[in-house]
C-alpha cells in the first residue's frame, strides 16, 4: 500500500508551514525518546499518536511546506531490481551482482528477483556510514599533511 500526496497546492503548503513550526519542537524532543505518546485535541476528541507517527507526520509536513511531493511506503514492502536500483542511484546490472554476491538478501518469484524496501535502505544506511568513515579519515589526513583544508 503506497499512500501519497501528488501535488502540493500553494494553500496546503502555507497550511503545512504554518503547521511545521507548531509541531517542530516537540518532534525534535520525541527524536530523543525510544518511546512515547503525542496527545492531540480535535474537536473536543482526544487523540493519541504514537512518536513514531508523530515525527513521521512532522516530516511529511516539512516536505509539503517545500512544496515537494510525499509518499508513504511501508518497509515490508517488495520491489523489483530497477525500483531498487533507482533508489540506491546504481545502474541495474551493478545492483544484480550486488544481490549475486549476497551484498544484500533477495528473493524470486519465478525468474523475478525482488528485493524488501527495508533491506535496500538498510543496505543504503550501511553505505553512507561507510562513506562517511572514509571521508573522515581522509579530511584528517588532509589535516595532518598541512593541505590547506
Not at 80 to 86: E, G, P
Request: hydrophobic share 40%; glycine share 4%; aromatic share 4%.
Amino acid at each position: 500500500m503506497e499512500t501519497g500526496i501528488r501535488r502540493i497546492s500553494k494553500e496546503n503548503q502555507q497550511i503545512a508551514q504554518i503547521s511545521l513550526t507548531a509541531i517542530r519542537s516537540k518532534s525534535r524532543q520525541l527524536k530523543k525518546m525510544k518511546h512515547g505518546t503525542v496527545h492531540i485535541r480535535i474537536n473536543n476528541a482526544d487523540i493519541v499518536i504514537p512518536s513514531d507517527a508523530f515525527v513521521l507526520l512532522s516530516d511529511i509536513l516539512s516536505n509539503t511546506a517545500e512544496g515537494k511531493s510525499v509518499s508513504v511506503i511501508p518497509v515490508e514492502t517488495q520491489i523489483s531490481t530497477q525500483q531498487a536500483a533507482n533508489i540506491l542511484n546504481v545502474s541495474r546490472p551493478f545492483l544484480v551482482k550486488l544481490l549475486e554476491t549476497g551484498e544484500m538478501p533477495f528473493f524470486k518469484i519465478g525468474s523475478h528477483r525482488r528485493l524488501l524496501l527495508k533491506d535496500v535502505r538498510e543496505y543504503e544506511q550501511k553505505q553512507k556510514n561507510i562513506r562517511k568513515k572514509h571521508l573522515a579519515f581522509l579530511a584528517k589526513q588532509a589535516q595532518d599533511l598541512n593541505m590547506g583544508y
